[in-house]
């Protein structure tokens, strides 16, 4: 009876002196933490640096479970009910109340238990939040909460290592597996693209405190757990590994076949490439996931100036180079779509350059390489060579001399092939202007290039064909009809292509010398 009585004392003591956690100020230290990843002098510190860092932070922390006072208490309590036999009963105690205070810890923290099929259920905004949960989480409770359990459990049972270990992994297993539990869902979900952040967020948060849980459990009594969380390591690996192998399949089966307006940058475009900007924040983890993980470069085929130069760079760089080349393959096919050349050529250009420009901006121009950027950046002059060939050549047909002078003879001119020729060009001209004014060329730099190249063939043939046959015009009736552009005039409309909007072409008919 008197040893039921000091039972329910120790209970008594134990649920009475629960501190709340304080989650604001566990938070803070973690933003330190992260925070002095970098050292003073502004250069990343080494792993090992990194690891002594964090673990003195973590220990200038003094996380108070039980007010101090109760501890005393607790402990003398503890030693008389061992004393007595009582060793099992004690343990009970002190581990079912401390579990309770840890599920207390993950409710403040958000984190709650969930079966598998819960999770499954879950529509992804929701899933999301709880992934960001759990993350933030594993990395509380692991690096702060179960450092303090520990701490707790050497000061009420520290006469007896057997017993204090054994009460820390019995109060702490429970709390970790309902951890780990969640995990393996996450790890058996449906992969889709958008989790793979997600997924790699949690690899990297649990890779993070492999090390902390094994010194926690350093006396053997948690192998099995910490053997849990090593299996769900592997796990998110291989869900990470597998999602992005969704999000490659998913590029290369895309088959939409509406063009965009005006040749404007194709919307898988831009997912693809703001996708894989993400990615370069996961370098090292990804680096590692898929260093092994070669089968995808061994089953493509093709592109051999693609592949050449793979074995110099990273496993990840390996699998971007690849997963853009896919992504140029799709937008290639995608161009068909147009019915005019000219346009697919505006088409490849926007997208290309999007791609290039994404690179450069980025870290993805470390991982891909310089050769890689100047092969794209030969690709569009290729395409714009292409470009105006499809669509200014008809134009300069007509401001051609062949035809025009019988016999050779300039002084012999066929004033009607020579109406004919003005005719042709202003019709050919006033088309292209009403229709590529419409086309959008999004970047300033290449809308400019473009005009430039096309004014460097169009107005100095313009202006030559004008100073040798306007005269010829000049004296008849109507001329106006015929010479209706000066070379400055056609430069100024050309201003308005690849605006994105119809412009408006001024016909000007000027008033010509009789």
Not at 147 to 164: D, P
Not at 274 to 283: A, C
């Amino acid at each position: 009876m008197a040893m039921l009585r000091l039972e329910e004392e120790f209970r008594g003591v134990m649920i009475r002196n629960v501190l709340p956690f304080d989650e604001e100020r566990i938070c803070g230290s973690i933003r330190r933490i992260s925070l002095s990843v970098v050292s003073k002098d502004g250069f990343e510190t080494s792993v090992d640096d990194d690891r002594e860092r964090r673990v003195s932070l973590g220990e200038d922390l003094c996380l108070d479970l039980v007010d101090a006072d109760a501890v005393v208490d607790l402990k003398e309590i503890a030693e008389r009910m061992i004393k007595a036999g009582y060793e099992k009963e004690c343990c009970q105690v002190y581990t079912s109340v401390r579990r309770d205070a840890l599920y207390d810890c993950f409710s403040v923290l958000g984190f709650e238990k969930m079966s598998i099929e819960e999770v499954q259920r879950l529509e992804w905004g929701l899933l999301d939040d709880k992934m960001k949960k759990w993350i933030h989480a594993v990395k509380v409770v692991v690096r702060f909460v179960f450092s303090a359990e520990k701490q707790l459990c050497e000061q009420v049972f520290g006469v007896c290592e057997r017993i204090r270990g054994e009460c820390f992994t019995e109060t702490a297993k429970a709390c970790l597996m309902q951890l780990l539990n969640f995990g393996q869902a996450i790890v058996v979900v449906k992969c889709s693209p958008e989790k793979l952040f997600r997924i790699l967020d949690m690899y990297d948060a649990l890779a993070n405190v492999q090390l902390e849980l094994k010194a926690l459990f350093s006396d053997g009594s948690g192998d099995s757990v910490c053997g849990e969380a090593e299996s769900l390591l592997t796990g998110l690996g291989e869900a990470a590994k597998h999602t992005f192998e969704e999000f490659e399949n998913a590029v290369q089966s895309e088959s939409s076949r509406k063009p965009t307006q005006g040749g404007e940058i194709h919307p898988l475009t831009r997912y693809v490439m703001n996708y894989i900007k993400l990615l370069v924040d996961y370098s090292d983890s990804l680096n590692l996931l898929l260093e092994n993980d070669r089968n995808r470069l061994h089953n493509r085929e093709g592109d051999d100036a693609v592949t050449l130069h793979l074995d110099n760079i990273s496993p990840m760089g390996r699998r971007l180079q690849l997963l853009i080349s896919s992504l140029e393959s799709s937008l290639e096919h995608k161009s068909e779509l147009y019915e005019e050349r000219a346009m697919r050529y505006i088409f490849l250009m926007n997208n290309i350059l999007y791609i290039v420009q994404k690179v450069k901006n980025s870290e993805l121009g470390k991982l891909l390489g310089d050769q890689w950027v100047r092969k794209r950046r030969s690709q569009i002059r290729q395409y714009s060579t292409c470009y105006l060939r499809a669509s200014w050549s008809k134009v300069l047909s007509y401001l051609k001399d062949e035809g025009i002078a019988g016999s050779g003879s300039f002084s012999n001119i066929s004033k009607v092939i020579l109406k004919e020729r003005f005719k042709n060009f202003n019709a050919t001209f006033e088309e292209i202007y009403k229709v590529q004014s419409t086309w959008k060329v999004p970047d300033p730099q290449l809308r400019d290039e473009l005009r430039i190249s096309i004014s460097e063939r169009v107005i100095p043939a313009y202006r030559s064909f004008m100073g040798r046959f306007r005269s010829h015009l000049e004296s008849g009736r109507h001329a106006g009809k015929y010479i209706k552009y000066t070379a400055e005039d056609i430069e100024n409309h050309l201003s308005d292509l690849f605006e994105g909007s119809p412009g408006i072409l001024q016909n000007i008919r000027r008033k010509l010398n009789t």
